[in-house]
T-cell receptor, first 113, second 113 residues
């Protein structure tokens, strides 16, 4: 079954404590991306990756890092989380650069206190 | 830049009622248009898409027609069910180096029995 798997699903952490949210896809997709979803703002892209070792900033990259060392994994790293990064995060992947039919993970709800 | 405007709701309907969720867009060139659905506690799923003017996307009884002259992509369903209760997102992609999805803010639909 084609799927995008995120972990953890829920996370409560304290300001400044580094954390990583993992994302893995089993479809050999080239393109992966991270979004955050906030009430009244919809989904906004944080970072994207067109292939292994190729990443770039989306619309709201501040405070986040990513890496793409292998095709299946695309972790999101918060080196020093702050309360304004409390949000619902989604990882997504797609086959290529054509019509973007993204497959989304189930989401990670992050709370930074 | 690209943008999507959709009615924010919430929308509350009785079972078997007719549904319309309005969506209009601003984009350069000829974007592809999408509706995604997010059921409670889940990630987004592609509901339907249209890639050129006058195309009609359809799935699970939902329909939307790509209207270039009015820059619109309204979602409709003739008879909603309780199981259609979800958040609906209109989105577009106008290509470019990222083929990024730009989302509207989402519309919460609640269908009562």
């Amino acid at each position: 079954e084609a799927q995008v798997t995120q972990n953890p699903r829920y996370l409560i952490t304290v300001t400044g404590k580094k954390l990583t949210v993992t994302c893995s896809q089993n479809m050999n997709h080239e393109y992966m991306s991270w979004y955050r979803q906030d009430p009244g703002l919809g989904l906004r892209q944080i970072y994207y990756s067109m292939n292994v070792e190729v990443t770039d900033k989306g619309d709201v990259p501040e405070g986040y890092k990513v890496s793409r060392k292998e095709k299946r994994n695309f972790p999101l790293i918060l080196e020093s989380p702050s309360p304004n990064q409390t949000s619902l995060y989604f990882c997504a992947s797609r086959m290529g650069q054509g019509v973007p039919e993204d497959l989304f993970g189930q989401g990670t709800r992050l709370t930074v206190v | 830049g690209d943008s999507v405007t959709q009615m924010e709701g919430p929308v509350t309907l009785s079972e078997e009622a007719f549904l319309t969720i309005n969506c209009t867009y601003t984009a350069t060139g000829y974007p592809s248009l999408f509706w995604y659905v997010q059921y409670p506690g889940e990630g987004l799923q592609l509901l339907l898409k249209a890639t050129k003017a006058d195309d009609k996307g359809s799935n699970k009884g939902f329909e939307a027609t790509y209207r270039k002259e009015t820059t619109s992509f309204h979602l409709e369903k003739g008879s909603v069910q309780v199981s259609d209760s979800a958040v609906y997102f209109c989105a577009l992609s106008s290509g470019g180096s990222n083929y990024k999805l730009t989302f509207g803010k989402g519309t919460l639909l609640t269908v009562n029995p």
